[in-house]
């Protein structure tokens, strides 16, 4: 069965940075494309960024010129956020999927989501 798990998550101070990883055991599967999202309490599920499997990548607004997404390998997703913001406080979970269905920064695109991974910002 495909796992997800991200680590990394912590508390920083406003314009500090954090670094998440998620790696992925696959099961075999070929994911099209692999994406960070939060979710703060009380909040919808929030896409924050996504990289599919030729290194293309989209970003929310809200954090593009802060956030990198990359991916190392097939099994590896990170996430540099820098210049943080109490308004990223949430907690981050890595999604994958192999349909290639165009949509861009849509939640309801992914089938595989990990626990996530807390990440606070303090001022």
């Known amino acids: 069965r495909v796992v997800l798990e991200e680590s990394g998550g912590g508390s920083v101070q406003a314009g500090g940075s954090l670094n998440l990883s998620c790696v992925a055991s696959r099961d075999g599967r070929t994911f099209y494309q692999m994406g960070w999202f939060r979710q703060a309490p009380g909040m919808e599920r929030q896409a924050v960024a996504e990289i599919d499997m030729y290194g293309r990548t989209n970003y929310a607004d809200s954090v593009k010129g802060r956030f990198v997404i990359s991916q190392a390998d097939p099994d590896t997703l990170y996430l540099e956020m820098n210049s943080l913001q109490l308004a990223d406080t949430a907690t981050y979970s890595c999604?994958?999927?192999?349909?290639?269905?165009?949509?861009?920064?849509?939640?309801?695109?992914?089938?595989?989501w990990g626990q996530g991974t807390q990440v606070t910002v303090s001022s």
């Open positions: 999604a994958a999927r192999e349909s290639r269905f165009p949509v861009v920064l849509h939640p309801g695109a992914y089938t595989y």
